[in-house]
T-cell receptor
Framework: DAGITQSPRHKVTETGTPVTLRCHQTENHRYMYWYRQDPGHGLRLIHYSYGVKDTDKGEVSDGYSVSRSKTEDFLLTLESATSSQTSVYFC?????????????FGPGTRLTVT | KNEVEQSPQNLTAQEGEFITINCSYSVGISALHWLQQHPGGGIVSLFMLSSGKKKHGRLIATINIQEKHSSLHITASHPRDSAVYICAAPYYNTDKLIFGTGTRLQVFP
């Protein structure tokens, strides 16, 4: 268990409002990821980070931005939430970049955009 | 088209049965991950394997890199094994994972 927390755990927001989800880890893992999980789809990568101020886009990054100012925190922002962004969001961390390292997942945030 | 496909999508079993979940992938990989998602939503990593077989308790994972196929077996299944099982492959040997859509397993007493 990599000591990963996500906040909030549940959020309901209206279309057009900005939303920020926070991922916090206590294991000093360098690599962090944001995924969304939707019915009929596997987990899909939104953004990832290889270190402080080092972020890049994943396969479904449109409408999302991220920031990582400290090793332990990785923030996901929906600049103007849309109903298509209703989903469960998972943060994950990894110790190293090698493919043999496992990812550790946070508990998830259920976001509903009305 | 999913690059990582699992079968079956849903599986029900009686307690004690032997369970097999399959994962096929089209990307070229050198390792594959199996994860478990509990009914409450939490996701934990079960195995990472690059060849052969790994065993942890009643769970056994096998992989055939040449055939691009992996299986997860559960022996003597128990209701607490009820969960969604997900396989994931690194995308073209990067550290980014492509996930299957999961197999929902329900084990009844």
């Amino acid at each position: 268990d990599a000591g990963i927390t996500q906040s909030p755990r549940h959020k309901v927001t209206e279309t057009g409002t900005p939303v920020t989800l926070r991922c916090h880890q206590t294991e000093n893992h360098r690599y962090m990821y944001w995924y969304r999980q939707d019915p009929g789809h596997g987990l899909r990568l939104i953004h990832y980070s290889y270190g402080v101020k080092d972020t890049d886009k994943g396969e479904v990054s449109d409408g999302y931005s991220v920031s990582r100012s400290k090793t332990e925190d990785f923030l996901l922002t929906l600049e103007s939430a849309t109903s298509s962004q209703t989903s469960v969001y998972f943060c994950a961390t990894k110790l190293g970049t090698e493919i043999t390292y496992e990812q550790y997942f946070g508990p998830g945030t259920r976001l509903t955009v009305t | 088209k999913n690059e990582v496909e699992q079968s079956p999508q849903n599986l029900t079993a009686q307690e004690g049965e032997f369970i097999t979940i399959n994962c096929s992938y089209s990307v070229g990989i050198s390792a594959l991950h199996w994860l478990q998602q509990h009914p409450g939503g939490g996701i934990v990593s079960l195995f990472m394997l690059s060849s052969g077989k790994k065993k942890h308790g009643r769970l056994i994972a096998t992989i055939n890199i040449q055939e691009k196929h992996s299986s997860l077996h559960i022996t003597a299944s128990h209701p607490r094994d009820s969960a969604v099982y997900i396989c994931a492959a690194p995308y073209y040997n990067t550290d980014k994972l492509i996930f299957g859509t999961g197999t929902r397993l329900q084990v009844f007493p």
